[in-house]
């Protein structure tokens, strides 16, 4: 990811926030999905998070039903992601989610970043970078936070921070 991308999507989300008004320190992105005509469904997906497609020029976001809250937000904000982002490309097809935090393409590397900008304002970063928070963990850190450490790792490395969290798969529920 590069600094000019961390920055377009931060100004997206600048953007949505003045339009939409939502909070920056815990947006609801289902409720901002809607906004914005997106229907978000939940279902029970299996081994699916969830997905986004645009049937008949309606976008729609499909969540597994069975994950905890926390990561149904994650997976709401990531397709939200590809809507806003690769809408053009989901007209020919659809994105899936069996491995959230996929990061070999562009595509999914775009939903998880925006994902990271929109979840976890610069505050959280701030927050943790923060000298009395110095031995805590990206694991401890994301927990306070309510979110994945795989989505704190991608927005702390957004601003440069290489926190050694490697993965390719999306924690189980």
């Known amino acids: 990811m590069t600094a000019d991308r961390v920055r377009e999507l931060k100004q997206l989300i600048a953007d949505l926030k003045e339009r939409y008004g939502f909070d920056e320190d815990r947006p609801d992105p289902v409720a901002l999905a809607e906004a914005m005509h997106v229907r978000v469904r939940y279902f029970p997906l299996g081994g699916l998070k969830g997905f986004y497609l645009v049937l008949n020029d309606i976008p729609f976001i499909a969540i597994d039903r069975d994950l905890p809250e926390e990561i149904q937000r994650v997976v709401c904000a990531h397709e939200l992601g590809h809507h806003l982002l690769h809408h053009e490309e989901a007209a020919r097809g659809f994105y899936d989610d069996y491995d959230l935090y996929r990061m070999e393409n562009r595509f999914e590397r775009d939903a998880n970043l925006f994902a990271s900008l929109l979840l976890l304002p610069d505050r959280a970063v701030e927050e943790f970078c923060r000298p009395e928070n110095r031995g805590l963990s ?7 936070r309510k979110t994945t450490e795989e989505l704190f790792a991608i927005r702390l490395s957004a601003e440069g921070i290489d926190t050694g969290v490697r ?4 924690p189980s529920g």
């Open 138 to 144: 990206v694991r401890e850190a994301a927990r306070l």
């Open 167 to 170: 993965f390719s798969r999306f």
